[in-house]
């Protein structure tokens, strides 16, 4: 059917391709439409394709004088059809090779490919966009994000961890203590990274933002401990001898319980995560032990000179801190419910199994990318099985075709035309009643710039002719237009500097395709049989493996952007073909093996966080009592994440063990300042414990919020996700821990 719309359209403009075959110029292309309108008459003007025509030579016209060229679209009022993206693409596959020397293996490939384009002539000037995508493309670029997002946020990372650290302690010596032991950690920590890992990835390259939200926790509370000791008139080596006293334990179980988080990585699959919890568990004692040495040594040499302590004596501030020791019953069952509706949000968490959308989507390769994808309804993603022999491979492949998730199914046997011996009549036809291509004696000169000159001028008079008996009438409104740009064109060639760079432009974008498409035209009206020997042997050997055994390859109908379609295609696809492979059941069976290792990670840092606390304290009610606001954070963070519509990924997915290690660090300062001293309510509220606890949140929550500026979507959302747990991390253990600590002293008192 389709031959046959062909070749009826062929039919009614194959008075034009006669005479363009003679003269296929500029002057012959005005001649031939010249000459339509002297002697098509009425009739011509209501035939759609004659009415295309003169819009589209209109435009090119304009585009002209207006120094905006345009091509004239002879393959489209050839075939009768607009032409779509998907038409004017080619497609060139390239493997390449690949350096394992360079950090970006595929860079001298990719810039070879570059400097080939340009060679070709294959430049945007001449009307040509070469673009590189694919997984070396996308994975080149992907490095080039994640290594300027890695040091960028790592950077803001300090700066902003600087600046709070400063408003936090007034002091420069204090300061300069703290970063510096922060600095040197993490440059350990790096050297450290180097040694055990060697590549770095997404995953791997945000060890330098969490090690510095993570570390300068350690460096904050010793210094707030100090700055409480000196403030209360104790001597410099006493002050720092008693804070270091005070802060040992808890130091020691918040960098154990945080480094458990993170070493809880290496049970799982995921290589990446598993690399990052080695640097960064490390890198937590690493910088516990700068903390521990540098500072005090620093401190010892160059005293601060600390201002007077604030205390919290303004009453306002007192009754806020005092609210959940004054409702410690309602604040609990506040906490309790919030904590049984996020629960009930636990199963809409989602995971994202699409890799793709974390890429940052401002490369050129990811754009590509997702153009395709959205254009061709996945044409990017397929799914393909091998069998045995033709007829099996078939009978699949016609059962394929009737699912509704799938788009195509094909074996190499569907690059042989069907219905060859209909087809090649009807062209039989075609080229009977096509003027045969002339011989070279027959076609006309070149034409001079005067004669294509001439050309416009005559045009214009015979579109001035016809348009004269018909004012008014629509069906002239197209050729009212392109006779209005044609006069328009002729002022220009009173200015003979302009004349000739009119007409170049106009030749170039009107006539100089002529020769190729008709060259093509007459090609395809004379084709022969078409038998599988006759396939690329690059395709071939694609589709059949050297023994014989036949590849189906399967593309889905929908646009594989969201879990939901793909599932739907691989669950349908796998009833027929059951040993697939490819991109879809990869990227599922991937997303499913994290999901089941960050469950098993996670189960399995709670119970070791347990147990080790347990084992430093010895009091099973205080390990609860730390624990019960780490798991209420996890839930309410989930419970946004449902709101806010943010769903796990590749990526992301690290954070949920991450943030109970470093969750439970603020209750157990607290807890163990309680136990410690016995402060409650307000007191442990406004105490140095308090606001080192809330410095040190807001400074990790600074660092790991740098990560949220990354344009690798990545990036972006582990850093989005941590803030929201540290937020809420914050906010659990400075309200319900105190109001579950104020319970038990009223129940010892009764």
């Known amino acids: 059917e389709k031959v046959e719309e062909i070749a009826d359209h062929l039919a009614r403009v194959q008075p034009y391709i006669g005479e363009l075959s003679r003269d296929p110029s500029l002057r012959g292309v005005l001649n031939v439409l010249g000459w339509t309108v002297r002697e098509g008459g009425a009739a011509v003007f209501e035939k759609e394709e004659f009415r295309a025509l003169l819009v589209s030579l209109g435009e090119v016209v304009d585009g002209a ?7 004239l679209p002879w393959d489209e009022m050839l075939s009768g059809k607009a032409a779509t993206k998907a038409d004017c693409r080619q497609f060139i596959v390239v493997q390449p090779v690949l350096d394992p020397q360079l950090m970006q293996p595929a860079t001298v490939a990719i810039e070879a490919v570059g400097r080939e384009a340009v060679t070709l002539g294959l430049t945007q000037e001449k009307g040509y966009r070469v673009r590189l995508t694919g997984e070396i493309a996308l994975l080149h670029d992907d490095v080039n994000a994640i290594f300027g997002a890695g040091l960028k946020s790592t950077l803001l990372s300090f700066v902003l ?11 420069g010596r204090l300061i300069l203590a703290v970063l510096t032991s922060l600095t040197v950690g993490l440059v350990l920590t790096s050297a450290v990274a180097i040694l055990l890992v060697k590549e770095f990835d997404i995953i791997t390259m945000t060890f330098g933002a969490l090690i510095i939200g993570l570390s300068v926790d350690f460096g904050i509370h010793f210094g707030m401990a100090y700055w409480e000791e ?13 804070a270091s006293e005070r802060l040992g334990i808890a130091l020691l179980l918040c960098a154990a319980t945080t480094s458990i988080g993170f070493f809880s990585f290496q049970v799982t699959d995921y290589l990446s995560v598993a690399h990052l919890g080695l640097i960064c ?9 700068c903390t521990v040495t540098l500072m005090p040594a620093m401190l010892t040499i160059w005293p601060a000179h600390l201002p007077p302590l604030a205390r919290a004596d303004s009453p306002v501030r007192h009754r806020i801190l005092s609210v959940p020791s004054r409702y410690p019953r309602a604040t609990l069952w506040v906490f309790s419910i919030f904590g049984c509706i996020s629960l009930l949000c636990i199963p809409k968490v989602k995971f994202d199994y699409n890799p793709t959308l974390l890429r940052d989507q401002s490369t050129e390769s990811a754009r590509t990318f ?33 699912l509704d998730a799938v788009q195509s199914a094909f074996t190499v046997y569907d690059f042989i035309p069907k219905d060859q011996e209909e087809k090649l009549a009807i062209l039989e036809d075609v080229a009977l009643f096509m ?9 006309s000169a070149s034409p001079t710039v005067e004669e294509d000159v001439e050309a416009v001028h005559k045009l214009a008079q015979d579109l001035e002719v016809a348009l004269r008996d018909h004012p008014g009438d629509p069906k002239y409104e197209d050729a009212r237009r392109l006779y209005t740009s044609l006069r328009n064109l002729q002022t220009h060639f009173e200015k003979p500097e302009e004349r000739s760079v009119l007409i170049e432009s106009l030749r170039k974008n009107i006539a100089s395709p002529v020769p190729l498409f008709l060259d093509g035209l007459y090609t395809a009206i004379h084709p022969g049989p078409i038998t599988l020997s006759d396939v690329p042997k690059e395709l071939y050997d694609r589709m059949v493996t050297a023994d014989g055994k036949i590849r189906i390859e399967v593309y889905p109908k929908e646009n594989l952007r969201d879990n939901a379609a793909i599932f739907r295609f691989r669950d349908q696809v796998q009833k027929v073909i059951p040993g697939q492979v490819g991109m879809v059941p990869e990227i599922i069976e991937s997303g499913s093996t994290i999901v089941r290792s960050f469950r098993e990670a996670m189960m399995a840092s709670i119970v070791v966080m347990v147990f080790f606390v347990f084992l430093i304290w010895r009091r099973a009610l205080d390990t609860v009592y730390a624990m019960l606001p780490l798991l209420l954070g996890a839930l309410f963070t989930c419970a946004t994440m449902v709101i806010l519509g943010i769903s796990f990924n590749y990526a992301n997915v690290i954070m949920l063990p991450l943030m109970l290690g470093i969750g439970i660090d603020t209750g157990i300062h607290l807890i163990q300042r309680y136990r410690r001293e016995g402060m409650r309510g307000a007191e442990l509220l406004g105490s140095s414990t308090s606001k080192a606890v809330l410095w040190s949140s807001l400074t990790t929550l600074a660092s790991f919020g740098s990560l949220a500026t990354a344009q690798h979507m990545g990036m972006a959302t582990l850093g989005r996700l941590l803030s929201i747990g540290i937020l809420w991390m914050l906010a659990c253990n400075l309200t319900f821990l105190p109001a579950l600590l104020e319970l038990e002293a009223i129940s010892k008192r009764k």
């Open 65 to 71: 004088v207006q120094g905006a060229p345009k091509v």
């Open 161 to 171: 961890v600087a600046g709070m650290v400063w408003y936090a302690l007034r002091s």
């Open 230 to 242: 000196m403030d209360e008139g104790k001597e410099q080596g006493v002050a720092l001898l008693e």
């Open 281 to 289: 568990g490390s890198g937590i004692f690493i910088c516990l032990f």
């Open 370 to 402: 997702f153009e395709l994808l959205a254009e061709d309804g996945g044409v990017l993603w397929s799914v393909s099985s091998i069998e045995q022999n033709y007829e099996e491979a078939q009978k699949k492949v016609e059962e394929l075709r009737k």
């Open 435 to 443: 003027p045969p291509p002339p011989s070279e004696a027959e076609r």
